[in-house]
């Protein structure tokens, strides 16, 4: 990550969003791996079902503006689901983290909630990023669906396994069912794949470990017509630290 992300950054990205759930030993994520995330030229970080995996990072939800947990959690919950930030260059972007319902948990309604905060972030903005962190492929379609010519992107997480349906749909919203994983290629989403067998094999608990080396970065850049808000492109990212391209 340290490698990959700063010769994507350089390729002229204004804004860099990042879903950092797993950042720390592949569940959860610390207040320290969230500095190091901005330290690397991240600008916001999103989350999803893990995020409270790591009880030090509840306070830290409340402190830090950049770092979002999804938005359809009840009210009371600490932390923010949604924020608008300034790109270096000035250009303010709205980010939008929505967790899925779909062999989730039963959360709010992340398209109920979509509507109700992208309202409000429209206010400030038309340039707005929504992260929509679920499982089922149709739930994360739909959104795209329901939220083109609203907002700029929806971008799929959770599954850790890159999808190619990148596109622009009709009403001029980016749409990627999911974003994919940055970590080790040689693993089960991330985990040791040994681990990861014995547990398919025996149906017994083990302890999960996250797997080494052959370290991919995986995401999408999307090109916004800030005067519209709407998106002009969209293109997928697999860079790993032995390749060149996108």
Not at 62 to 84: F, H, K, M, T, W
């Amino acid at each position: 990550m340290t490698e990959l992300l700063p010769t994507v950054i350089g390729e002229g990205i204004d804004f860099v969003i990042a879903n950092g759930e797993n950042a720390s030993g592949g569940m959860g994520i610390t207040p320290a791996h969230a500095g190091m995330l901005f330290d690397m030229g991240v600008h916001c970080i999103t989350s999803g079902n893990h995020i409270w995996k790591k009880k030090e990072i509840i306070p830290f939800l409340d402190q830090e503006p950049r770092l979002l947990r999804p938005a359809n959690y009840p009210p009371g919950v600490p932390g923010r689901g949604s924020g608008i930030y300034t790109t270096p260059q000035g250009s303010k972007v709205g980010v939008l983290n929505l967790e899925g319902q779909v062999f989730m948990r039963p959360l709010l309604s992340p398209f109920k909630t979509a509507e109700e905060h992208i309202a409000a972030l429209r206010r400030e903005t038309k340039v707005i990023i929504v992260d929509f962190h679920a499982e089922a492929t149709s739930e994360k379609v739909a959104l795209g669906w329901f939220l083109d010519g609203q907002v700029s992107a929806v971008l799929g997480t959770h599954t850790h396994v890159q999808t190619s349906d990148d596109r622009v749909l009709p009403g001029g919203t980016a749409y990627l069912t999911d974003m994919g994983m940055t970590g080790p290629q040689d693993s089960v989403i991330g985990i040791k794949k040994e681990i990861a067998l014995e547990r398919f094999l025996t149906l017994l608990p083990n302890k999960f470990e996250p797997a080494t080396g052959n370290v991919e970065l995986q995401g999408a850049i999307v090109e916004v017509d800030e005067n519209t808000g709407l998106s002009v492109g969209i293109r997928r990212v697999k860079r790993g630290t032995n390749q060149a391209g996108p």
